[in-house]
């Protein structure tokens, strides 16, 4: 028996209590910091009362954590590129991938009231107003030099060089992503050319988030990485135990989401095989189906892969591969789906994104870092596209259609891939980046990152309260 309860229990007993053996059980169950309190205020309602003993209905009542029936539990996946993928060959498959991003991106920025004057990039550059026109493009590139900034914008019609020379313009096109569409205001200037005053994003609208009507809780991990020697296994069953516990919060846990990288694969990086538990993808995933189905059946689960799993790694991704592991696929609580995906968990839309880009914006973006994964998840919002940057480190298929654009607005963005957990919130939107369950490895001790695993984020789905489980209290997570 741990001191705490028996600490609780003793209070209870030298106050003329008894303990009914079923009440002994969920006290078993209850969090040691909250024993005494709950143990406390039960005797003293009950002692007003002149009735000396606590029973299982006692504390079911106290704690809230009766079966509830009218708590809902509906998963529904609004969006799962995996059966939309055709992807298409070389050049032209590309050309129809970029003109898919600028004409979804287009629809997008059309809602602005400045687009009602929004010219082709071709008639304002034939045109050479001296008067303020809108044009909208992708970003093709953007210098600085001599306290000038240059920036050209491509639309289907051609391309234009816009110089910049306002400082506060100057920081906020320092921000731009490479691919990402934008559009500016322009006038033309015989000595300078086409000078730009304004650059709008087609970003996310102010907006009140969709609620749960019953108060259902969604639990947000990622990157597991199941197989490597650094996996934190002790500490995910942990928590994977908790969820079955008399914890009025589990109780009401409804819907885990998996960000990706549910297992560490095979051959992902250099002399990776010296780095696993578990040498073949098969025994990885064998491991998660085991671990994830000790989950109570009544909670919905979403699994989506990330860099590290099974399958194609370029983006998107369709959902891991159902031939390496069938029994994740075939579970009736179990949602396998692409990268990126949204969700609807009881009308809240969650959009779901490994953040393999975040390694390109972080890279590429003064001011940002892995450190703090919310303020790049805020960029991905403005550009309204999951991974705007072409040509660099996260590979992108030449997809004939766009699937990274977000055309809808989440309610919650749900990213993972960098191990550090963060929460925040932008414009009505909670950003959950969800951390990891790994320790530090070799790999990110060499380069200065330093994760913060074993932490679960759980979400109650009505108030959009967020809550922690830390499993990390007692673990290492650093190497020294």
């Known amino acids: 028996m741990k001191k705490e309860l028996s600490v609780a229990l003793d209070y209870a007993l030298t106050r003329g209590f008894q303990i009914h053996p079923g009440a002994f059980e969920i006290l078993e169950g209850v969090d040691a910091e909250k024993l005494e309190s709950i143990i406390k205020e039960i005797v003293r309602d009950k002692t007003k009362q002149k009735l000396f003993q606590i029973n299982q209905n006692d504390l079911e009542t106290y704690l809230g954590i009766k079966d509830d029936p009218t708590l809902q539990a509906e998963a529904v996946v609004l969006f799962d590129p995996t059966s939309k993928i055709t992807t298409g060959e070389g050049t032209k498959g590309y050309n129809a991938l970029f003109v898919s991003r600028f004409n979804k991106l287009k629809r997008i920025i059309s809602d602005r009231p400045e687009a009602r004057t929004l010219r082709s990039i071709s008639t304002a550059r034939d045109e050479k107003s001296e008067k303020k026109a809108y044009v909208c493009g992708l970003v093709m590139s953007r210098s600085s030099e001599r306290n000038i900034t240059k920036v050209v914008l491509e639309d289907p019609s051609g391309t234009i060089e816009g110089i910049i020379f306002d400082a506060d313009l100057q920081k906020t096109a320092g921000t731009l992503l490479t691919d990402q569409l934008v559009m500016a205001s322009v006038v033309f200037d015989k000595k300078f050319g086409f000078i730009i005053r304004e650059i709008i ?99 919905k689960i979403v699994i989506m892969p990330g860099n590290h799993d099974p399958g194609r790694r370029a983006l998107p991704q369709p959902a891991i591969p159902k031939k390496y592991n069938a029994g994740l696929w075939e579970r009736e609580n179990i949602s396998m789906v692409g990268n990126p995906a949204t969700v609807s968990l009881n009308g809240v839309k969650v959009t779901m994104f490994h953040g393999q880009s975040i390694d390109d914006i972080v890279k590429t973006t003064p001011g940002l870092s892995y450190d703090r994964p919310a303020d790049v998840m805020k960029h991905l919002l403005r550009a309204r596209h999951m991974s705007p940057i072409y040509g660099s480190q996260t590979p992108i298929a030449p997809e004939t259609e766009d699937l990274l654009v977000m055309e809808d607005v989440p309610d919650i963005f749900h990213v993972g891939h960098v191990h550090r957990m963060e929460v925040d919130r932008y414009r009505g939107v909670l950003l959950v980046n969800s951390g990891s369950w790994q320790k530090q490895t070799p790999f990110q001790a060499s380069v200065g990152m330093v994760p913060n695993p074993g932490i679960a984020v759980l979400v109650n789905l009505k108030t959009f309260k967020v809550f922690t489980k830390d499993l990390s209290v007692n673990s290492d997570n650093i190497l020294q």
């Open 201 to 299: 994003a087609p970003d996310i609208p102010d907006m009140a988030a969709n609620r749960s009507e019953s108060e259902a809780y969604a639990v947000f991990l990622s990157d597991l990485h199941i197989g490597s020697k650094y996996f934190m296994e002790k500490e995910l069953v942990e928590f994977v135990s908790w969820l079955s516990s008399p914890d009025p919060v589990a109780k009401r846990i409804r819907f885990v989401l998996i960000g990706g990288d549910l297992v560490d694969g095979v051959g992902i990086y250099p002399n990776q095989d010296r780095e696993l538990v578990c040498q073949t993808v098969e025994e990885q995933l064998a491991k998660a189906e085991e671990i994830i189905g000790r989950i109570p059946e009544y909670i």
